[in-house]
């Protein structure tokens, strides 16, 4: 059996997976987990340019997530113009206040030769800058924050299409990784990992916190969604079409989550495929190949005349943006902002296993590793229970019946483990191994 066969029945198999849930659960169902699959995908395509082709090992995959699902809330939630005009300007300029303060600091401490009197000129900067930006930053979010805080209490969006966002939460999480990048990535590969994992969690905390912005933990709903997907109870609510999918025996409600769900599945697809073919055509260019020369050996990339930090921040920049792209699709399609969903074990670490299972460095592998860990992850979830009702049948009423009942939420981390151990015992380069 040629690479291609074996690669083909992978994928085949994965398909065959999807199938058989839509026949033993619902079809509604196999559609959701394979729209979730698919953002994975595009997610581990993001960390794979980050890992796989330049060697970098990031742990802030959360935090490029998150700032995608913001994007969707400035770019596309109903504005709030009275809480706006209450302090949004005011807000922002405390905000402008805390950049400019940076920026003059850095000018200064550049400026000035090295001595007692910069450390001082700088820190006096600095210090009274701090205090300006709370006395102008906290009138305004108490401001904004005061007005209906039970409904809005935030700045709200700019009422734009959902699809406007997508590429402005690329873009935020390309930003975020430039200015990441530009401090962390001469770090050793280790503290690589411990700096991008902390400056993701202190991103969630912000979005967690800062009521002005998205509401905190009382989360955005009501998000647009993007074009051409409809509400569902505008379908039922159609008269064409439900005369249209009763004259074929189907039922309105049925067919109308199906058929939202089969057109997310389109747009995300597309999505997909660009970025696979952009992502194969990078990695065959001699842009690829250099990446991949500094990722097996920095020291001999650089005596060839490669800027090392320069390329490590570009794959950074553009890995985090795909990650980000994903993630505003991601909320996109839930039609909310809930920051509460945002953890490293589901948007970091499944991410990884998804790269590590299905084979870095080769882009066909991140997708695979994202639909197969994709299904598994939320296959498991639905299945979990009735398969463990079938285990304990043959016990008697009682704690440990009840126990092992509750405890089937646990066993999706249980499978992902024994998953990743048998990858990694018989295919330790991934199923689809780098060329």
Not at 66 to 72: D, E, K, R, T
Not at 238 to 256: H, L, Q
């Amino acid at each position: 059996m040629t690479q291609t066969q074996r690669n083909l029945g992978l994928f085949a198999s994965v398909a065959l997976l999807f199938i058989l849930t839509g026949v033993f659960q619902s079809w509604n169902l196999s559609l959701q987990i394979l729209n979730i699959g698919i953002l994975s995908a595009i997610m581990a395509l993001g960390v794979n340019m980050q890992w796989g082709y330049a060697g970098l090992f990031s742990t802030g995959i959360v935090g490029s997530v998150a700032l995608g699902g913001l994007a969707v809330v400035l770019v596309s939630a109903r504005p709030v113009p009275e809480a706006f005009a209450a302090g949004g300007w005011m807000t922002l300029g405390g905000l402008a206040i805390g950049v400019g303060v940076i920026v003059a600091a850095t000018l200064l401490y550049r400026a000035m030769k090295p001595g007692r009197a910069r450390g001082f000129a700088v820190a006096a900067v600095l210090i009274g800058g701090f205090f300006l930006y709370r006395a102008v930053f906290d009138r305004g979010v108490a401001a904004v924050e005061a007005f209906d805080p039970a409904t809005y209490g935030n700045i709200g969006g700019f009422g734009l299409p959902s699809l406007v966002a997508w590429p402005v939460g690329a873009f935020m999480a390309g930003v975020a990784a430039w200015a990441i990048g530009k401090v962390a990535l001469r770090l050793r590969s280790d503290y690589l990992a411990i700096a991008t994992l902390g400056i993701a969690e202190i991103i969630i905390v912000v979005i967690k916190s800062e009521d002005w912005l998205a509401r905190g933990v009382k989360n955005i709903i009501d998000l647009p969604r993007p074009w051409p997907v409809p509400y569902e109870v505008d379908l039922q609510a159609n008269p064409a079409y439900v005369e249209f999918v009763t004259s074929w025996g189907w039922s309105p409600i049925t067919s109308s989550t199906i058929l939202v769900k089969l057109l997310y599945l389109a747009m995300f697809g597309a999505v997909l495929l660009a970025i696979i073919w952009l992502s194969e055509r990078a990695l065959n260019s001699p842009w690829g190949r250099m990446m991949r020369a500094i990722r097996d050996n920095e020291v001999a990339a650089s005596a060839m005349g490669k800027n090392v930090t320069k390329r490590h921040l570009q794959i950074f920049i553009i890995g985090s943006a795909v990650v980000g792209l994903s993630g505003a699709m991601l909320t996109s399609m839930e039609g909310q902002l809930v920051p509460g969903v945002y953890s490293p074990l589901r948007f970091t670490f499944l991410i990884w296993v998804m790269v590590i299972v299905g084979g870095s460095g080769n882009n066909w592998g991140a997708v695979l590793g994202g639909l197969l860990l994709g299904w598994l992850w939320l296959a498991v979830e639905y299945l979990g229970p009735g398969l463990m009702e079938i285990v304990t049948s043959a016990l008697p009423p009682g704690d440990l019946k009840t126990h092992l009942i509750d405890s089937a939420q646990h066993m999706r981390l249980v499978t992902l483990g024994i998953v990743l151990l048998l990858v990694l015992r018989f295919a330790p380069r991934g199923l689809i191994p780098e060329k």
